[in-house]
């Protein structure tokens, strides 16, 4: 199981042909989107975490790129799944779009007992935009100076150290349950289904003693000197955060990273996928968007819908051998 676990990093997921390919039609081109007709952007959790300003960021570029109004909505809960069963089941026309994250995205229709409305047949990938490795952090003046002396301290008081996610099976949830697998550690998950903004302000107030989240979500913390990360679950240490070791530094082969992208109802018509897929490319692939991209700790790691696809279908069989970590915990 170890050995499962240690292989859901992003970069080493290889890629399988999937069926999500997009249906044919006869819309042209030239006819998409309608003079005046605003296309909506849905984003799965609230305004101010990662998944939102990566959407604000491509948002103008898109609109130049489509000609015609994008309007990001945010519709938070249920760790995204509100968000997601509004994409899933939204008229395949391409008025309506949206961000997604893995691992939540694919792990969500396969859990039986959350009751989704859709399934990842239900939803047409996009484009994928980025990789953002997970991080763990402390309060500035905890008493764990290093990533040792936190595992120690929760093996020493098993369940009683709280740490964040952004949901029940988010990337936080896995990679909460992969530590503790591969540590032996015991930490207790609290799950915040609004985002990381929430899980933030929480972890903030004290009422929570360890994030885990994102390198993008504890730059501007860790610069403001309101937390002290402790490790990064990468291969290699990050440029925005170059002082902080790897858990692998550390002794713990720990490896999980949240990757994120869009995606639309399945079943447009081929010319407006094709569009809407070539706006998305132009938007991430933005010179001045890669750039304030970097600036938020957003490493952008761009893929085609078909490629975004094969990786999704990848990341869906991985998954598959270790949700029961995280199931009903």
Request: aromatic share 6%; with cysteine; glycine share 10%.
């Amino acid at each position: 199981m170890k050995k499962l676990i240690s292989a859901l990093t992003v970069g080493a997921l290889s890629l399988a042909a999937t069926g999500c390919s997009s249906a044919s039609g006869t819309q042209s081109a030239d006819s998409f989107p309608e003079n005046g007709k605003s296309i909506e952007l849905v984003v799965a959790f609230s305004p101010g975490g990662p998944v939102d300003t990566a959407a604000r960021l491509i948002q103008p570029v898109l609109e130049k790129e489509l000609g015609t109004n994008v309007e990001v909505v945010n519709k938070p809960g249920a760790g995204g799944q509100i968000g997601y069963t509004a994409i899933a089941n939204a008229k395949p026309d391409g008025y309506t779009i949206g961000s997604v994250g893995s691992p939540s995205i694919v792990v969500i229709p396969l859990d039986e007992s959350r009751g989704a409305a859709f399934s990842r047949e239900d939803l047409q990938p996009l484009a994928r935009q980025v990789v953002d490795p997970l991080v763990i952090a402390v309060q500035p003046d905890s008493p764990y100076s290093t990533l040792k002396d936190l595992l120690e301290a929760s093996k020493a008081k098993p369940g009683e150290i709280n740490a964040t996610t952004t949901g029940q099976m988010g990337g936080e949830h896995f990679a909460i349950a992969q530590i503790n697998e591969s540590t032996g550690a015991a930490f207790s998950p609290v799950h915040f289904s609004e985002g990381a903004s929430q899980a933030s302000t929480a972890f903030l107030g004290k009422h929570v003693g360890v994030l885990v989240g994102n390198v993008s979500e504890v730059v501007d913390l860790t610069k403001q000197g309101k937390a002290k990360v402790l490790g990064i679950m990468d291969s290699k240490r990050s440029d925005i955060l170059p002082e902080v070791p790897t858990f692998s530094e550390q002794g713990y082969e720990v490896i999980s990273a949240t990757a994120r992208g869009y995606a639309a109802p399945a079943g447009l018509p081929d010319a407006v996928a094709k569009k809407l897929e070539d706006a998305m490319q132009a938007a991430i692939e933005n010179e001045e968007v890669i750039e304030k991209m970097d600036n938020l700790g957003l490493t952008t790691s761009f893929q085609n819908s078909q490629e975004y696809g094969e990786f999704w279908a990848k990341q869906e069989e991985d998954y598959k051998a270790v949700l029961p970590l995280v199931q009903a915990k």
